[in-house]
Each structure stands twice: as C-alpha cells, then as structure tokens.
C-alpha cells in the first residue's frame, strides 16, 4: 500500500526556522517526483515546490525559493522540507505528494499533511 | 505565473441533479497537464481527474472532465450526497503549478 507519512510540524517563533519530513513506504520512492503542497486554515492548496528522483532538479514557487529547501534522501524513503525566516503567512498544513509522470506528474497520493504555526 | 480563477466559488445541488464548475486560465495550459482534485472537509485532497478528462482510480462515472486552452470545466451528473466536497483544478503552463482557488459543492 502507498503510504506519505508527514511529520515535524509545530509552533515556530517568526523568523525561526523549521525541518519538515515525509515518509514514503509501499513504492519504489527513487523513481518518483515529489511536491509538497500548504494549505493556510480556511484556504486553498498552494504548491511549494518539487524534486525530481535523483535531486538534480527541484522547481520552487518563486515568492518562496528563498525561504525553502526541498530534499530528499532516497536510501531512507524520505522528503523533506527546510523551513527559514518563517512569518505568520506561513501557517498552514504542509502535505507532501507523489507525483507520477505517465498523469503527467498529477499528484496521485498525499500524506496527511502536518502542521506548522508560525507565532510567538 | 499562470492564474487559475474557479467558478463558482460555492454551490450547492440537490441530489440527482447535473452540476458543472467551471475553471479558467490566465494563459493557455495543455490539456495534458490540467487536473482536478477533490478535498472533502477535513481530509487531504484526492487526485480526482488527470489530464482534462481522465478520471482516478475508483472515481465514479458521473464525474467527466472537458476543456482546452483557458477554459476546463468539470461535471457532475446525478450528483449525490457523497460528492460534497470542494474541488480544486490545478495545472502547470510552465512553472509554477498553480492550484485554482476551488469549488465548495454543497448537497441540499
């Protein structure tokens, strides 16, 4: 079974910094592209960015290429996402994605998402 | 960055009626690469349709996808109550992918 298993959330200070991970278990994760994706409370999904297999090419929302860094670690099946200079507007659920090419990289499973508050 | 602007922002429908939302772009977007999801209150979003018009494992039949260039709708025919849910379109044009700002289908 596919399973992406976020964790890592929490409160945060504004202008802290954050190490988000997913876990991918049931595929084989090293042949998939992988998206993380936020969703503010009460709002819409809004795509943050992905990494092909082998890491050498990751895509960033551009108003946030600054602030995050997406890796992965395919011998531990595992995404992660390096939250800096968080503010409030940050605040939401952050869900990771497989996304699968022969669906023209839609994104075909998504964890459960896990959640980050940005507050003093 | 391409603009995905959904309509109606809200609706609602009785069961067993024929309801389409609607989805357009501020530029063209290959209808390959335009696709639906549905997130029910709660939950994580579902990959609903793929490419325009293709649905996802385990979606029902009563749900058809259309569309090309700016213009994608997705419809719903003999709606029921299980399909209450908001449903975003998402489509890549060149980075970014962009998600539109979803449809909330409410059942009567």
């Known amino acids: 079974e596919v399973k992406v298993l976020e964790s890592g959330g929490g409160l945060v200070q504004p202008g802290g910094s954050l190490k988000l991970s997913c876990a991918a278990s049931g595929f084989d994760f090293s042949r998939y592209w992988m998206s993380w994706v936020r969703q503010a409370p009460g709002k819409g999904l809004e795509w943050i960015g992905e990494?092909?297999?082998?890491?050498?090419?990751?895509n960033y929302m551009p108003s946030l290429k600054d602030k995050f860094i997406i890796s992965r670690d395919n011998a531990k099946n595992t995404l992660y996402l390096q939250m800096s200079k968080v503010r409030s507007e940050d605040t939401a659920l952050y869900y990771c994605a497989r996304g699968v090419l022969r669906y023209y990289y839609a994104m075909d499973y998504w964890g459960q998402g896990t959640s980050v508050t940005v507050s003093s | 960055e391409n603009v995905l602007t959904q309509s109606p922002a809200i609706m609602s429908a009785s069961p067993g009626e024929k309801v389409t939302m609607t989805c357009r772009a501020s530029?063209?977007?290959?209808?390959?690469?335009l696709h639906w999801y549905q997130q029910k209150s709660g939950a994580s979003p579902k990959l609903w349709i793929y490419s325009t018009s293709n649905l996802a494992s385990g979606v029902p039949a009563r749900f058809s996808g259309s569309g090309s260039g700016t213009s994608y709708s997705l419809t719903i025919n003999n709606v029921e109550a299980e399909d209450a849910a908001t449903y975003y379109c998402q489509q890549y044009s060149g980075y970014p992918w962009t998600f539109g700002g979803g449809t909330k289908l409410e059942i009567k």
């Open positions: 990494i092909n297999p082998d890491s050498s090419t990751i």
């Open positions: 530029s063209s977007v290959s209808s390959s690469y």
